[in-house]
């Protein structure tokens, strides 16, 4: 049953806290993407990866970061840099980051900075 | 700036009739987009998508208009039914630079379809 799992799906924490979003996939995807959603706002991309160890910044990378050893798993840190990290956080990946390869999404973690 | 725009925040429409949703982008460099379509604490899924050397694209009750010259494209759901209430998301890639496969989002529009 191939798919993207993000863990967990709500996550509270502290401010000045760093945390990590979890996301993998086993369907085998070359790249992936991260995004934060804003109510109101669209999906605006945080980092992306088109292949193991290479990740580049997307349009709002400051206060987070990424790594990618493995190809099925692409974690997110928001650090305590992020000004406003309480957001809903999605997991993407693609065949490639080629332009007509469909992003298949997660389910999302929700964080809450308290 | 906001390149995608989706100015109306929500639609509210009788289940039968039809669904119109519409999307504005401004980079002249988009060549490809896609409809997504979003519940509520879920990810988006895709819905539908065009390319650029298209003007329509049909799938079903889903149907794709692009209209290059007015950087403009719409979806219709015809006919709409009440499990089409969700949210929607246009979106626009790039094929050429350094950004291919980022996804450029508008803001969502609000489908509400009633019984």
């Known amino acids: 049953d191939g798919g993207i799992t993000q863990s967990p799906k709500y996550l509270f924490r502290k401010e000045g806290q760093n945390v990590t979003l979890s996301c993998e996939q086993n369907l085998n995807h070359d790249a992936m993407y991260w995004y934060r959603q804003d109510p109101g706002q669209g999906l605006r991309l945080i980092y992306y990866s088109q292949i193991v160890n290479d990740f580049q910044k997307g349009d709002i990378a400051e206060g987070y970061s990424v790594s990618r050893e493995k190809k099925e798993s692409f974690p997110l840190t928001v650090t305590s840099a992020q000004k406003n990290p309480t957001a809903f956080y999605l997991c993407?990946?693609?065949?490639?980051?080629?332009?007509?390869?469909?992003?298949?999404f997660g389910p999302g973690t929700r964080l809450t900075v308290l | 700036d906001q390149q995608v725009k989706q100015n109306s925040p929500s639609l509210s429409v009788q289940e039968g009739r039809i669904s119109i949703l519409n999307c504005d982008y401004t980079n002249s460099m988009f060549d490809y987009f896609l409809w997504y379509k979003k519940y509520p604490a879920e990810g988006p899924t895709f819905l539908i998508s065009?390319?650029?050397?298209?003007d329509k694209n049909e799938d079903g009750r889903f149907t794709v208009f692009l209209n290059k010259s007015a950087k403009h494209l719409s979806l219709h759901i015809v006919p709409s039914q009440p499990g089409d209430s969700a949210v929607y998301f246009c979106?626009?890639?790039?094929?050429?630079?350094?950004?291919?496969?980022?996804?450029?989002f508008g803001q969502g529009t609000i489908l509400t379809v009633h019984p």
């Open positions: 065009i390319s650029s050397i298209k």
């Open positions: 993407a990946s693609s065949w490639t980051s080629g332009i007509l390869d469909e992003q298949f």
């Open positions: 979106a626009a890639k790039d094929a050429g630079g350094t950004s291919y496969g980022k996804l450029t």
